[in-house]
């Protein structure tokens, strides 16, 4: 059975740093395209990142990337969100995805496979 496990998220002041965790069974996460998505409340679903197996392209959503990076550990079949400089609009549930489509220009990673539970973050001002 696939399972995606995230962990990491938790309350931070505004300026704060967090890195959250994804750690994968029953799938090879670095054979795949993964992603980061963030749903904030009352809002839309907002992809963050995405990693395209196909040639190694990584895209970030304009609103992050200049302050989130993506990094994985192979070893331990898991990828991670780094978010620095954290602002209240970084309130919300993050997921990662994985074995999807991560074509571009954008950070969308299209007909997602797995998903994790998903970890709550929330950034106080």
């Known amino acids: 059975q696939t399972r995606l496990v995230e962990s990491g998220g938790g309350l931070v002041q505004s300026g704060g740093s967090l890195r959250l965790s994804c750690a994968a069974s029953g799938i090879t996460l670095n054979k795949y395209s993964v992603a980061w998505v963030r749903r904030a409340p009352g809002k839309e679903r907002e992809w963050l990142f995405c990693y395209g197996i196909g040639d190694g392209s990584t895209y970030y959503a304009d609103s992050v990337k200049d302050r989130f990076a993506f990094s994985r550990d192979n070893a331990n079949n898991t990828i991670f969100l780094q978010m620095n400089n954290l602002t209240p609009d970084g309130t919300g549930v993050y997921y990662c995805?994985?074995?999807?489509?991560?074509?571009?220009?954008?950070?969308?990673?299209?007909?997602?496979?797995?998903w994790g539970q998903g970890t709550q973050v929330t950034v106080s001002s």
């Open positions: 995805a994985a074995q999807c489509y991560c074509l571009g220009p954008g950070p969308v990673c299209n007909d997602v496979n797995y």
